[in-house]
């Protein structure tokens, strides 16, 4: 090394001196150590090779245990709506007239309700009061399904009343299309 270097760097002659003698050494026992590496190696493969396990074969990676299992959650998810859906189908009824075409009017305990009334309708000229439904019948309708979808429960009174209504002789003897005229003010 150059004088200016050691100078600069606070570091002996002596010192110097010992890091070359240090650097001699580990060159001449690292040789030794390599061909002490190289023998252990070789033996350590002659005692593989006799003990005669075969190599395994490669494991699957886990991208490819997640993906599997994603798509079949996937599938059992969609397998599970599709058939709730069709229990739902089932169980729900097919007719369309469950809901009534208009509220069914209850009397209430004295008690009354205003709706105000919009600024649009206002102006216009409010039209009568009519105390008749008209209804059309539908598939599975009864005289009996329809009091209580107009009236809200079941009372004989009002089925004559509704067959006097429309000149029935026969309550039991509905088409489907047929147009009942429903009294709204018993």
Request: proline share 5%; no cysteine; aromatic share 8%.
């Amino acid at each position: 090394m150059k004088s200016t270097t050691l100078r600069r760097s606070n570091i002996t002659r002596e010192k110097v001196a010992m890091m070359e003698a240090l650097n001699r050494y580990n060159r001449t026992h690292q040789d030794q150590d390599y061909y002490k590496t190289q023998s252990k190696n070789r033996e350590l493969d002659a005692l593989w090779q006799s003990f005669g396990v075969k190599p395994q074969k490669s494991e699957k990676a886990p991208q490819v245990y997640f993906v599997t299992g994603l798509i079949a959650g996937v599938i059992i998810t969609l397998l599970i709506t599709t058939f709730v859906s069709l229990l739902i189908n089932f169980s729900t009824p097919k007719d369309d007239s469950a809901i009534p075409a208009s509220k069914p009017v209850t009397e209430s305990s004295g008690r009354f309700s205003f709706i105000p009334a919009d600024n649009t309708s206002s102006k216009k000229v409010a039209a009568p009061v009519t105390l008749n439904e008209e209804y059309v019948v539908k598939e599975g309708d009864t005289l009996e399904s329809i009091v209580i979808r107009f009236y809200g429960a079941f009372d004989m009174n009002k089925v004559n009343a509704i067959q006097e209504a429309n000149k029935m002789a026969n309550p039991n003897a509905l088409s489907i299309g047929q147009k009942l005229i429903i009294p709204m003010n018993q």
